[in-house]
């Protein structure tokens, strides 16, 4: 007689089970590497955008409109004011002014103490030069310079004196104020470089999702619960409440806040969230009222638990599948949300970058054979929405019981 066994995994968690459910989930993967990827970006930030200085706002004219891929040789001409010091943390946040002025050129001559620059030109004619003292291209310069025996006597702004000679100063230059830089997504109208600009509105989008989310989970549960568990005249009012914000246009009402409470980075997060509540209160009320009836919360009450542990302790964390599913949806919902508001001009204010805002600015140039600089951000936002959507239907997928084999 042959006997068969069954294996049965023991000490798996239900979170650890519904992981390997998931990674099961080839687009869901693929949607959940891309939101990571944007999200180690968004948070490194400054430190590998190539224009580091505050709200990539670098504007260099020369090289407006410059397409994808375009480089130039640039003459690094030290400001003369002084030099700002930046710890590395508030860098990657804030990114640092730059001590240097960037001038695009396309040769550059020295005879002694004079550097002459010939300017970049788009099209290669009619180069303008200009005329630089060598010393005041390496020092920030505060009094006029002096020669004496062949030596440049140099003062800076922060109080130091340098005698240097002209040959070791035209080394420094060819060493260190010489260098090429390619514009991968090239530059807009103003020669901002719009790769950085793209890497930090990166951060606005995920940021307004996160904060969103977070209070329309916040107020949704805190709602949605107390309608379903207390019931009677508590959920009549509620619900009431609920349906009163539910049949106000969501993007009007977002718009009516943000007038209200002004135009900003801020404001945006509250106007968005505040909007975002209603579908997860409805949800969450019914998962409470369905919950309620379950044999464990009569032996709570039959214990004698107070009415805040069994929906806090024992309710919620059994209704938490279709709200996580939910809150995706409303994350992808949210950066829409944004980037229309930036677009009609009442989200996040110039000159911070913002997807929607960035294509308010390049919508015009469609037409100019520069459509990428409108594109670039309009395919930004298709792919983070669309890798949230799906993730929210792979979460679906995964946490649903009535769908697993």
């Excluded at 190539?50 to 400001?79: A, H, W, Y």
């Excluded at 106007?271 to 044999?295: D, I």
Aim: net charge neutral; charged share 15%.
């Amino acid at each position: 007689m042959f006997f068969t066994r069954k294996k049965y995994q023991l000490g798996s968690s239900l979170s650890g089970l519904a992981w390997k459910r998931f990674r099961k989930n080839i687009t869901g993967m693929i949607s959940l590497g891309v939101i990571i990827f944007t999200i180690v970006i968004a948070v490194l930030g400054y430190l590998i955008t190539p224009d580091q200085t505050p709200m990539c706002n670098t504007q260099i004219l020369e090289i407006s409109i410059q397409k994808p891929g375009f480089s130039t040789d640039f003459l690094m001409v030290r400001k003369n004011q002084p030099a700002v010091r930046t710890s590395v943390i508030k860098k990657m946040f804030f990114g640092a002014p730059d001590s240097y002025q960037p001038v695009p050129v396309s040769y550059i001559a020295i005879d002694g103490d004079t550097l002459t620059a010939g300017l970049f030109s788009p099209d290669g004619s009619n180069t303008f030069e200009e005329y630089y003292n060598i010393a005041d291209i390496v020092f920030p310069v505060e009094d006029e310079i002096t020669i004496a025996n062949g030596t440049l006597q140099v003062k800076t702004v922060d109080g130091e004196n340098f005698d240097v000679s002209e040959d070791e100063l035209q080394k420094i230059i060819l060493a260190e104020n010489l260098e090429k830089r390619t514009f991968l997504l090239g530059t807009d109208q103003f020669g901002r470089d719009l790769l950085s600009r793209l890497i930090i509105g990166s951060r606005v989008s995920l940021s307004v999702g996160a904060i969103s989310v977070a209070i329309s989970l916040i107020v949704g549960i805190f709602l949605g619960a107390i309608a379903g568990f207390f019931r009677g005249k508590t959920d009549d009012v509620i619900m009431w409440f609920i349906n009163v914000v539910w049949s106000i246009p969501t993007l009007l009402l977002v718009i009516a806040i943000t007038f209200a409470l002004g135009r900003g980075f801020w404001q945006i997060f509250i106007a968005v969230g505040l909007t975002m509540w209603v579908e997860v209160a409805r949800v969450v009320r019914g998962q409470v009222l369905s919950m309620r009836e379950k044999e464990f919360v009569e032996a709570g009450f039959a214990l004698g638990f107070s009415n805040l542990r069994i929906i806090v302790v024992h309710i919620i964390p059994n209704i938490l599948s279709p709200v996580i599913v939910i809150s995706a949806a409303n994350f992808a919902a949210a950066i829409l949300i944004e980037a229309g508001l930036s677009f009609l001009g009442i989200g996040v204010q110039p000159p911070m970058p913002s997807w929607g805002s960035m294509i308010k600015e390049y919508y015009s140039f469609i037409i100019l054979d520069s459509a990428y600089l409108a594109i670039t951000p309009g395919i930004a936002i298709i792919i983070l929405v669309l890798a949230f959507m799906t993730l929210g239907n792979a979460l679906r997928d995964t946490l649903d019981v009535k769908m697993q084999k």
